[in-house]
T-cell receptor
Framework: AQTVTQSQPEMSVQEAETVTLSCTYD???????LFWYKQPPSRQMILVIR??????QNATENRFSVNFQKAAKSFSLKISDSQLGDTAMYFC??????????FGAGTRLTVKP | GAVVSQHPSWVICKSGTSVKIECRSL??????MFWYRQFPKQSLMLMAT?????????EQGVEKDKFLINHASLTLSTLTVTSAHPEDSSFYIC???????????????FGNGTRLTVT
């Protein structure tokens, strides 16, 4: 079974600063996909960024980027120029090829003004 | 695009009654839908995988007779919590994968969730 570990229950960052959220996973698969989802107080799950395991290049979406280390099974999320609206729970997720999605325990991020 | 509508958004019911939650894909067809459960300040835990026209696949520890799942069409899956008890109080979220997109690496599209409170 795949497991996803987020070792930081809570993080905080000053507005406009950069923060990195950690995620590690365990799998014996070679083809899989990784995601970061944001869950604000509304509890809507919002896709932030995704990464295909077969791609070596790290994914980037505006202020959000990942550091994907396949050998180390690490998938961290970097948020640059943090904004107050980034305050939310962030979940790292793993998905096997064509399968369901498994989530980490989440990291509560607070952006301070 | 890729909107998943979940209804109701919140429901309060008495212990012993049953509650039905609907999950609809509004602008795409979903052969597979997933039901998650989220306790306060915890992660999403997969309960079951719902496949159109066939029986749902339940995760270990999830009572299939208590959490009835029906996926009668390509746009609708329902979760019925039967004989609900206070410990069933939780946040239930459905998600779906668009059948017609790049499929295997496409992310799941989530509904807004249903907050169930059993008194």
């Amino acid at each position: 079974a795949q497991t996803v570990t987020q070792s930081q229950p809570e993080m905080s960052v000053q507005e406009a600063e950069t923060v990195t959220l950690s995620c590690t996973y365990d799998t014996s698969e070679n083809n899989y996909y990784l995601f970061w989802y944001k869950q604000p107080p509304s509890r809507q799950m919002i896709l932030v960024i995704r990464q295909e395991a077969y791609k070596q290049q790290n994914a980037t979406e505006n202020r959000f980027s990942v550091n994907f280390q396949k050998a180390a099974k690490s998938f961290s999320l970097k948020i640059s120029d943090s904004q107050l609206g980034d305050t939310a729970m962030y979940f790292c997720a793993f998905m096997k090829h064509g399968n369901d999605m498994r989530f980490g325990a989440g990291t509560r991020l607070t952006v301070k003004p | 695009g890729a909107v998943v509508s979940q209804h109701p958004s919140w429901v309060i019911c008495k212990s012993g009654t049953s509650v039905k939650i609907e999950c609809r894909s509004l602008d795409f067809q979903a052969t597979t839908m997933f039901w998650y459960r989220q306790f306060p300040k915890q992660s999403l835990m997969l309960m079951a995988t719902s496949n159109e026209g066939s029986k749902a696949t339940y995760e270990q520890g999830v009572e299939k007779d208590k959490f009835l799942i029906n996926h009668a069409s390509l746009t609708l899956s329902t979760l019925t919590v039967t004989s609900a008890h206070p410990e069933d109080s939780s946040f239930y979220i459905c998600s779906a994968r668009d059948r017609d997109t790049s499929s295997y690496n496409s992310p799941l599209h989530f509904g807004n969730g249903t907050r169930l409170t059993v008194t």
